[in-house]
């Protein structure tokens, strides 16, 4: 069982385009995050949810938003797509209280083209 | 300025080598983690440390925090192929409840066989 999935594990999408990114975790955690890692393998943390509240806003272009449905899914939509939107976006998840015990999914591979 | 800067960038090593990664900042942290993360999958916590000159060992890694809990190393023995990947460093801030991981830029490791 796939602990913390993600949808899609590619995405190809031209310049202005929108598109998003799902994410699942069935490990029962009520706090989520978005990092994106750019082609440097840099990871830097975008967003953070606790039970479908947004707690961590770093300084990301208001493109992106999230979207928490509940504590077990969290969604990364991302209007009019830039190049330098290309990187990788990872979901993590932990329990509230236990932020040092975050479990990532797979990744997600954008390239904007 | 990086708050956590990693070392070296890249390391290209054969078979039954050892080697040692760093990872150095000047602030003070209460813990510090390391991570592995293989291509195409997302970063897996190995360890955390929480005690100035702590050492802790998996198989054959072994971390170690700083006296000072400024910086700390990850050394492997008797490379293995296996061993190959993105090794991060990270550290968690604004608390346990909310807070957020910040993580060093990496090290690329590739054992070869």
């Known amino acids: 069982d796939t602990a913390v999935s993600q949808t899609p594990k590619y995405l190809v999408t031209q310049m202005g385009n929108d598109k998003s990114i799902k994410c699942e975790q069935n490990l029962g955690h009520d706090t989520m995050y978005w990092y994106k890692q750019d082609s440097k393998k840099f990871l830097k943390i975008m967003f953070s949810y606790n039970n479908k509240e947004l707690i961590i806003n770093e300084t990301v272009p208001n493109r992106f938003s999230p979207k928490s449905p509940d504590k077990a899914h969290l969604n990364l939509h991302i209007n009019s797509l830039e190049l330098g939107d290309s990187a990788v976006y990872f979901c993590?998840?932990?329990?509230?209280?236990?932020?040092?015990?975050?479990?990532f999914g797979p990744g997600t591979r954008l390239t904007v083209t | 300025t990086q708050l956590l800067e990693q070392s070296p960038q890249f390391l290209s090593i054969q078979e039954g080598e050892n080697l040692t990664v760093y990872c150095n900042s000047s602030?003070?942290?209460?813990?510090l983690q390391w991570y592995r993360q293989e291509p195409g999958e997302g970063p897996v916590l190995l360890v955390t440390?929480?005690?100035?000159?702590e050492v802790k060992k998996l198989k054959r890694l072994t971390f170690q925090f700083g006296d000072a809990r400024k910086d700390s190393s990850l050394h492997i023995t008797a490379a293995q192929p296996g061993d190959t990947g993105l090794y991060l460093c990270?550290?968690?801030?604004?608390?346990?409840?909310?807070?957020?991981?910040?993580f060093g830029q990496g090290t690329i490791l590739t054992v070869h066989p």
């Open positions: 990270a550290v968690l801030s604004g608390g346990t409840s909310y807070g957020k991981l910040t």
């Open positions: 440390v929480v005690t100035g000159g």
């Open positions: 602030s003070v942290f209460s813990s």
């Open positions: 993590a998840s932990s329990f509230q209280g236990y932020s040092y015990e975050q479990y």
